[in-house]
């Protein structure tokens, strides 16, 4: 949703920047380009250190990128720093339904599962509100609280039970799965 708003107002100078139309355009391409190189990193990572330790890489990974749109005035900078919020949000992407399915009870799943979506277009939804009331770079500045929520949600929760079993920590796991299920 970021780039829907900010080209127009990179090419008008809006939020202290003037961006060329080639300029923009990278901004733009970059997120899908970082979305998928996070997609494979996500699967990855979330097998490797767990479901929950990713997802806090990737609240951290994109707070500071969206720190990063906001604050400097480099074109190479920012064109970095919108990569990077589209790796860290591709790999939040896979890494989330995979957690929510783990920790879910079989009979809520279906619904748990859509709650992805619903967070996803909300988000969407406003950031294009945001983005008709602020420059684009502000907007970067607010939603730095997006993902340090969520990073203060995860924090309390427990890993995947199922991630547990497959490292062989069965004691751990019964404990994640009383904590889930009571």
């Known amino acids: 949703a970021l780039s829907s708003f900010s080209v127009p107002q990179m090419l008008k100078g809006e939020g202290g920047l003037q961006f060329s139309e080639d300029e923009s355009s990278w901004f733009a391409s970059l997120f899908p380009l970082g979305c998928i190189t996070g997609s494979v990193y996500g699967a990855y990572i979330a097998d490797k250190i767990g479901r929950k330790k990713s997802l806090i890489l990737d609240c951290l990974g994109l707070a500071l990128s969206y720190l990063a749109l906001g604050y400097f005035h480099n074109f190479a ?15 939040n ?9 783990e920790i879910s009870h079989p009979s809520i799943r279906g619904f748990t599962g859509t709650l992805l979506m619903i967070e996803y277009c909300c988000g969407f939804t406003v950031s294009m509100l ?20 969520g990073l ?7 890993e995947s039970p199922t991630w547990l079993l497959r490292q062989g920590l ?4 019964v404990d994640c799965l009383n904590f889930y299920r009571g």
Do not use: C, Q
Request: without cysteine; hydrophobic residues 60%.
């Open 77 to 91: 900078v920012i064109l970095i720093a919108r990569f990077m919020t589209g790796h860290f949000g591709g790999s």
């Open 93 to 101: 992407l896979v890494t989330t339904p995979i957690f929510v399915g």
């Open 130 to 149: 945001l983005g008709a009331m602020f420059p684009w770079n502000r907007v970067a500045y607010i939603t730095v609280t997006f993902p340090l929520v």
């Open 152 to 158: 203060l949600i995860i924090v309390f929760l427990k």
């Open 170 to 173: 069965e004691d751990e796991a």
